[in-house]
């Protein structure tokens, strides 16, 4: 007999400092099973471990305590599970806090925390095993603030296995927290790689909260609602299939475009997403808009797991400060560039002076002058900018005095200068990522719970699976007469993200008929010089034709990202909102159609 159960899980939050209604919304909308907190990224780590350092009992996102805490009468009259990776580096002091809180309001939770992410005490044998980072081959550095790994679904299994109404886990693919209770609920099994890959897609949707409900949207003027935007629930059926929807009353979208955007965000080969559990390939995903905020996706594909864990460490590269200057009136722009240039020259002669070694990196933005176009978009007309300056130095006293010297401007170089905005700057570590493969036998995953300690078998597969080899295909158009050009906005939805160091741009045509259009245009070539300004690697690319989309990755184009990065936009928020102004050749049907939105 065909099994009829579904169930529903919610996301109230896509990282930490997301807003704080959205848990009491879907606990309110009395609609879930499940409730799903995603707090961490990689720096988050760096900064849970140097809250521990101060205070033994911290090193956990505390804003899953704070929001969970008034809510827990009703999560527990619901029966709604909770699982949250927001245990950070220290998820048994989050378990004890959150305790106090269930006491303070008569309950007797059953909590279990997953162990076994936080390697940071294994760092000496690590640093034995001559690891390399998976991108630029380096050695492990010195100064590591964090190491953990990306653990995934299997320990979460096991604690809802034992009876946990929440579970807290530490460094986990933020999709295991959806895959963990579908594979709990449905019994899949380890080796169910097409259900595994679904589950990480549900999860993969909703991961991100607002984000597939209208957060970040290409067509954002078509959204209503910002001010109280629903946080969006997934409706699992057993066999893998799903809808995505959100709470009755709430502001936001559930469109093909918008999970469609979130289904390539972040990831790059979308035919071989390597996640802990499965390699997903997301090439033949299908979307079909429902009407009424409800959208459902089919066939997810998978393949077996690799026999490592993706680690990512976090460690201290000297110092960097950033300095803001508004100017105003005629020439602002000019004005910024002198300012910048007589500051950095000026002080690269007191570093001298005071024998310190130059800047390792020194550069400046001119913030409304479109400067994040590189030269292809500088207005020099602009009348109202602000001077954004930046330096790095290993040294923290040499950029002290790089950040004394930023006032000088106000007073004394060019006319104009009328905000020292946020006053002297103040001078911050430098944390940079460094990512590295481990084998997942020197990985102890387990479950601790009701003070019982259990060690956890890991499902993989001996030696790494070879990729897919489904790269972009360039359509011919000869035999048409493209005589008109759009722009790409009119063809298609785009949005783009960052992993580490590198940027993803996911495209999607509004009408599959658009898509030859826009792959003949949007070529690996012509993206990377569209993008020569960030860019330091190499432009991949990949057709996904289940719901005419491509994805590109762009290598190297993110200034080293995260807090490292002395980049405006560290993180590529904006490259899709810049590619969805080229120019795309069509026919005169094409472009009238898109015009009118057809």
């Not at 900064?47 to 350092?53: D, E, N, R, W």
């Not at 295991?176 to 899949?188: C, D, I, Q, R």
């Not at 080293?560 to 936009?569: E, Q, T």
Request: charged letters at 20%; a positive charge; glycine letters at 10%.
């Amino acid at each position: 007999m065909p099994n009829n159960k579904k169930v529903s899980i919610g996301c109230a939050s896509g990282f930490w400092g997301d807003t704080s209604t959205a848990a009491k919304q879907l606990v309110d909308d009395n609609n879930i099973d499940y409730l799903v907190f995603d707090f961490l990224a990689e720096v988050t780590m760096s900064i849970l471990a140097g809250a521990k350092t101060k205070n033994p009992d911290l090193g956990y996102a505390t804003d899953f305590v704070t929001q969970l805490s008034p809510l827990l009468k009703d999560i527990n009259k619901n029966k709604i599970k909770v699982i949250s990776n927001g245990g950070g580096i220290n998820p048994e002091s989050c378990r004890s806090a959150l305790i106090k809180e269930a006491e303070k309001s008569g309950l007797k939770l059953k909590i279990a925390v997953v162990y076994g992410d936080n390697l940071l005490d294994d760092l000496v044998n690590l640093k034995k095993s001559n690891l390399k980072e998976i991108d630029s081959n380096a050695s492990l550095p010195e100064k590591v603030l964090s190491i953990n790994s990306y653990l995934g679904a299997a320990g979460i299994v096991s604690a809802l296995e034992e009876g946990a109404d929440i579970v807290i886990t530490g460094r986990c693919v933020d999709s295991a927290m959806v895959l963990g209770p579908l594979m709990y609920e449905f019994n899949w099994k380890y080796n169910d790689y097409n259900l595994l890959a679904s589950g990480s897609l549900a999860g993969h949707i909703i991961e991100c909260g607002a984000q597939c409900t209208g957060g970040n949207y290409t067509d954002w003027e078509d959204i209503t609602g910002f001010d109280n935007m629903g946080f969006p629930i997934v409706e699992v059926e057993s066999n893998g299939d799903f809808t995505v929807t959100k709470p009755a009353g709430t502001g936001g979208l559930v469109s093909f475009g918008t999970v469609g955007e979130q289904l390539l965000y972040e990831i790059g080969n979308p035919s071989h997403y390597i996640l802990p559990d499965v390699i997903c390939d997301f090439s033949q995903v299908t979307i079909k808009d429902l009407g009424n905020n409800l959208v459902q996706l089919k066939n997810a594909k998978g393949l077996p797991p690799t026999n490592t864990y993706k680690v990512s460490a976090t460690y201290m590269n000297g110092y960097n400060v950033i300095g803001k200057l508004v100017i105003g009136g005629m020439k602002a722009k000019k004005k910024g560039e002198i300012i910048a240039n007589a500051i950095i020259k000026k002080s690269l002669r007191i570093l001298r002076e005071n024998n310190f070694a130059p800047f390792s990196e020194s550069k400046f933005d001119l913030i409304g002058t479109n400067s994040i176009y590189g030269s292809k978009g500088i207005n020099p007309d602009s009348k109202e900018i602000v001077l954004r300056i930046m330096a790095k130095h290993e040294k923290k006293e040499a950029l002290i005095l790089f950040s004394k010297e930023i006032a000088q401007a106000v007073t004394g170089m060019a006319a104009g200068v009328m905000n020292y905005m946020g006053g002297r700057p103040r001078v911050s570590r430098s944390i940079h990522l460094f990512s590295f493969l481990l084998n997942k036998n020197k990985v102890r995953v387990g479950v601790d719970f009701n003070d019982k300690k259990k060690l956890i078998s890991i499902h993989s597969i001996k030696g790494l699976q070879a990729p897919i080899n489904k790269s972009r295909v360039i359509p011919g158009l000869q035999e048409l007469t493209l005589d008109k050009t759009v722009p790409l906005i009119q063809l298609a939805y785009a949005r783009s993200g960052d992993k580490g160091n590198h940027a993803n741009i996911g495209i999607i045509a509004r009408r599959s008929e658009y898509l030859p259009f826009i792959q003949n245009a949007l070529t690996e070539k012509m993206v990377a010089l569209y993008f020569e300004h960030v860019l330091n690697g190499k432009v991949k690319s990949w057709d996904v034709p289940g719901i005419s989309g491509l994805n590109f990755l762009l290598k190297n184009s993110l200034g080293g990202g995260g807090m490292s990065s002395l980049n405006i936009d560290p993180q590529g928020k904006s490259y899709a909102q810049q590619i969805l102004e080229y120019e795309i050749p069509v026919t005169s049907s094409i472009a009238d159609k898109s015009k009118l939105g057809l």
